[in-house]
């Protein structure tokens, strides 16, 4: 019998919708956006039937087309105009014009609290995805590709088309302003 | 010489973020440790985000989908199969 017989396409959104958009939404900015990559994943799903053998579940499957929606949302967003505006302006704001110590009033300040304890508070992931939006586009894919879908740096840099000290660069970036920003509104709230 | 293991907070920074994810060369090794046995502030700045980024996993989302978006999307998705 032909695998694809066995998806239950006609179920999809009853039965995988809320889930697809839970963990789409965890990716990307916003609720439209989180929707249509949702319905595109059923539209390929369905397009690509012939290719779905039955050795994953309908579900893993369906998940793994959604991932590569998501992946290519983050390819899209990285604008090559964007990679290719490597200044120093992100730095200096933190390190002042030599770069040798910090600036006064952006210094990294005490936290008050166990670094050995676990994150549990809500608030904070929705804090996070609120620092993570406000960086540059290309800065947020890198890090949502490594630490969100954990990717490898070498397939990041193919998938983006960017050079390996330019990850670095745009890591380091997005780590830096995510520190403050969380530190700012999680922190010192 | 002495410039070579005096590095800037700004260079520690950024090896502190690439030694999050790779292996460091070891000059870049040595350079950073040193770094971070008279800055205190470079030193707050590697527990923080390392700390950040331990817990930095995905946190189960309980947002669902409405019901008016979930009918559009069922609609679209069976005018679809029911072209083929
Ligand atoms: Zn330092």
């Not at chain 1, 006064?104 to 609290?113: A, F, S, V």
């Not at chain 1, 397939?155 to 983006?160: A, D, G, R, V």
């Not at chain 1, 088309?161 to 670095?168: A, D, K, L």
């Not at chain 2, 950073?32 to 950040?52: A, E, G, M, S, W």
Request: with cysteine; proline share 0%.
């Amino acid at each position: 019998m032909d695998a694809s017989r066995k998806l239950n396409a006609s179920s999809w959104v009853d039965n995988y919708s809320d889930i697809l958009y839970g963990y789409v939404l965890a990716r990307v900015n916003n609720a439209a956006q989180a929707e249509d990559i949702v319905q595109e994943t059923f539209l390929s799903a369905w397009r690509a039937r012939d290719t779905y053998n039955a050795t994953a579940s309908e579900k893993t499957w369906l998940f793994a087309i959604c991932k590569n929606k998501i992946i290519d949302y983050y390819r899209k967003a990285s604008t090559s105009k964007e990679i290719l505006a490597v200044d120093d302006e992100a730095e200096d704001y933190f390190f002042g014009d030599d770069g040798r110590h910090w600036n006064e009033n952006k210094k990294p300040q005490r936290w008050n609290l166990d670094y050995n304890k676990n994150i549990e508070n809500k608030e904070f992931y929705s804090i996070l995805k609120k620092c993570k939006n406000k960086l540059k586009e290309v800065q947020q894919s890198v890090f949502a590709m490594k630490y969100l879908e954990d990717i490898d740096t070498q397939e990041i840099c193919e998938t983006l088309g960017i050079s390996v000290q330019n990850y670095w660069v745009l890591m380091h970036r997005a780590k830096i302003q995510l520190r403050t920003c969380l530190e700012k509104n999680w922190i010192n709230a | 010489m002495a410039n070579w293991f005096n590095i800037s907070c700004k260079k520690a920074t950024f090896l502190i973020s690439k030694k999050q994810e790779s292996k460091l060369a070891i000059g870049e090794s040595l350079q950073l440790f040193i770094h971070l046995l008279i800055c205190d502030v470079c030193k707050l700045f590697k527990t923080q985000t390392n700390y950040l980024l331990h817990n930095i996993k995905i946190h189960q989302q309980t947002e669902r989908l409405n019901e008016a978006a979930k009918e559009k999307m069922a609609t679209v998705v069976k005018d679809e199969i029911s072209k083929s």
